[in-house]
């Protein structure tokens, strides 16, 4: 791999010469060299492989292909190793038929049922002009296989431990119950990975819910109900459950090359990971939130939570959340300083009231300090904004200590708040009372948190520290310690989930009861990006090697995007694009995870750009050019 391409591009290489040569040999030696450590499932059988699923998708797309008047007649294949096969038409985004079938001889009969499904959906044609629309119809529907491997009993006593033993996105989950009496029939169904995925379900919640279907009985599987739990069903009511590993292969055009997915998106690579890649990510990223906003003369609506899979939003964005969008944006680029000024412009038009909250309030201030310039100051509701909030937080610390009503997660960003109001708007007589509040502040976080434990504080207490700091950043050695951790609980390049490749694991699990890498990872990874390009917090001996162990970690947010390779599964299109899941299992896209994510790139975008200026200014000028003779 030329690791040159993981950070400048074009003529920017070439530009760096010798100096980019050498971080290329340096990328390349560090590739492998990050350890992790990473909550994992018991190991399972291998999935079928590769050919075998490529195999089943062309059969798939050449019976269509005769649905739709075409091609000719194909023999359907054996699937060696395929203990399941989950076949999916979808238009426009949406399931028009999904059939499944057990066994590896069962791929022309699942082919035949999905197909009869899809048909049913479309109306019948009754002349030339209903023929012909039939036919654009079926030209737009589009196919996907799962194949399921050799399956593993499952173990779990519990069904919240099904959670932790079935890896979310990558394994099918076999449900039979009955047969155990002679002449019982056994009922049974399979439930593959992107029907849970795309229905939010984590496993325990699909294995209830198949439980249910397969019994007849819905009160029959009960969480925590004792004699109803999962190890209870399984000795006294003839239930059974395995897992196995999953392929996913899909077509993006009709008759169109396959596309191997992991967890229903591509596994982008490390390799992709440039500048220029970055600055285009950081674009679609704003590009997405401004989907996010509803306008109208009342002023703008934020969405809270996105469905992608659903087309449903949640909920309207509350103001706390929306400031913190706001901050964030401020510091992402002049897309997300425009959209930052209309979001935090249209708060304090008609909600200045929400400032009375403290950590509205913080990120209120933090947004006008980072639009510097771009902030209508002028315009008499900002003022207004800046002093209401203002009075708010000289309420959440006092006399050295944190009002006990000031809640523990939101005091970063209020120390932030502080330190900008003692910096960028200090008072005239008061500045000097506002900066030592503001060094208190951030100081009794320090004092009170471990090194680990700082990741929960960023990147707002990180930023404070820089604000408050003219010379040296005496807390410089805990910061460098927290970046520390923080590599080391994320998952190196070489992972056997290569998806989750640069993530962070904390070790919570998340809202599903799931343990891995989350949107949190964005977090910490934008004040590791920040530190970069601070010589207090990163020396010229350290520059190269904290930039090749920040990269995965992008990777790793890219990932967690919306492209047009995991869009197959989105109804709406332009709206799920570019939105930033929860998690790889999880494809939420919570308004918190598409605000921290611009954060992090651009951070990271900023810190290259200032890395190519210095290796640049470094290099001896070129000779002139000789005089034609």
């Given at each position: 791999m030329n690791a040159t391409s993981l950070v400048f591009s074009g003529r920017l290489v070439r530009k760096l010469g010798y100096a980019a040569c050498g971080l290329a040999l340096f990328l390349a030696a560090q590739a492998n060299a990050q350890n992790a450590s990473v909550p994992t499932a018991p190991v399972s059988n291998a999935a079928p492989d590769l050919a075998t699923t490529r195999t089943a998708l062309t059969y798939v797309q050449q019976r269509l292909r005769r649905w739709r008047g075409e091609g000719d007649e194909m023999v359907a294949p054996t699937l060696a190793g395929a203990s399941a096969i989950c076949v999916t038409l979808r238009m426009d985004g949406r399931v028009v038929a999904r059939?499944?079938?057990?066994g590896p001889d069962s791929l022309e009969a699942t082919v035949t049922a999905a197909i009869?499904?899809?048909s049913n959906r479309i109306p019948a044609a009754n002349d030339a002009l209903q023929v012909q629309a039939q036919r654009q119809i079926k030209a737009r529907v589009l196919a996907g296989v799962e194949i399921a491997g050799e399956r593993l009993p499952l173990q779990a006593a519990t069904f919240a431990q099904t959670n932790l033993d079935v890896k979310p996105g990558l394994e099918a989950i076999f449900v039979e119950v009955g047969g155990q009496r002679e002449g019982e029939q056994v009922a049974r169904e399979v439930v593959f990975p992107l029907r849970m995925l795309h229905a939010g379900d984590p496993p325990a919640a699909?294995?209830?819910?198949?439980?249910?279907?397969?019994?007849?009985d819905p009160a029959m599987p009960m969480p925590g109900v004792v004699g109803q739990e999962l190890s209870d069903l399984q000795r006294g009511k003839g239930v059974r459950v395995?897992?196995?590993p999953v392929m996913q292969m899909l077509e993006l055009t009709p008759g169109g090359p396959g596309v191997t997915l992991t967890r229903g998106s591509r596994v982008v690579e490390l390799r992709e990971v440039n500048l220029a890649m970055l600055r285009d990510f950081r674009d679609r990223l704003i590009d997405h939130v401004a989907t996010r906003v509803a306008r109208s003369m009342d002023g703008s609506q934020l969405f809270a939570t996105y469905h992608p899979t659903q087309d449903r939003a949640d909920d309207l964005a509350s103001p706390l959340q929306r400031a913190v969008l706001c901050a964030t944006l401020s510091r992402s680029g002049a897309r997300g300083r425009s959209l930052a000024r209309?979001?935090?412009?249209?708060l304090f038009a008609h909600n200045l009231q929400a400032l009375d909250e403290p950590t509205t309030a913080a990120a209120s201030v933090v947004t006008m300090a980072w639009l510097e310039g771009d902030a209508p100051l002028q315009d008499e509701a900002w003022p207004r904004g800046l002093e209401r909030a203002r009075a708010t937080l000289a309420k959440t610390f006092a006399r050295g200590a944190w009002n006990e009503q000031t809640p523990q997660g939101s005091r970063a960003m209020i120390a932030l708040g502080l330190a900008h109001l003692a910096t960028t708007f200090q008072r005239e007589g008061e500045a000097q009372t506002d900066r030592e509040r503001a060094t208190d502040a951030v100081r009794s976080l320090m004092q009170a948190t471990t090194p680990?434990?700082?990741?929960?504080?960023?990147p707002w207490l990180g930023y404070a520290q820089q604000q408050l700091s003219e010379a040296d950043i005496t807390s410089a050695p805990a910061l460098r310690e927290m970046r520390s951790m923080l590599w080391e609980r994320s998952i190196a390049p070489g992972a056997t989930e290569r998806d989750l490749e640069g993530g962070s694991v904390f070790g919570a699990r998340d809202a599903q009861g799931v343990a891995g890498p989350t949107w949190n990872t964005a977090r910490p990874l934008a004040f590791a990006a920040a530190m970069l390009r601070d010589p207090r917090l990163t020396d010229e001996t350290e520059l190269y090697p904290q930039l090749s162990r920040m990269l995965p970690g992008?990777?790793?947010?890219r990932q967690l995007a919306i492209d047009e390779a995991s869009g197959f599964a989105c109804p709406q299109l332009r709206r799920a694009m570019w939105g930033v899941r929860a998690a790889p299992w999880d494809w939420r896209q919570p308004i918190e995870s598409s605000a921290m994510t611009p954060l992090a790139v651009s951070e990271a975008v900023e810190s290259l750009e200032t890395i190519a200026e210095r290796a640049a200014a470094q290099q001896p000028p070129e000779p002139a050019a000789e005089p034609a003779k």
């Open positions: 059939a499944e079938g057990f009869e499904q899809a699909a294995i209830v819910s198949s439980i249910a279907r397969v019994s007849g395995w897992r196995a209309e979001l935090l412009g249209d680990g434990a700082l990741v929960t504080h960023m992008l990777r790793f947010l």
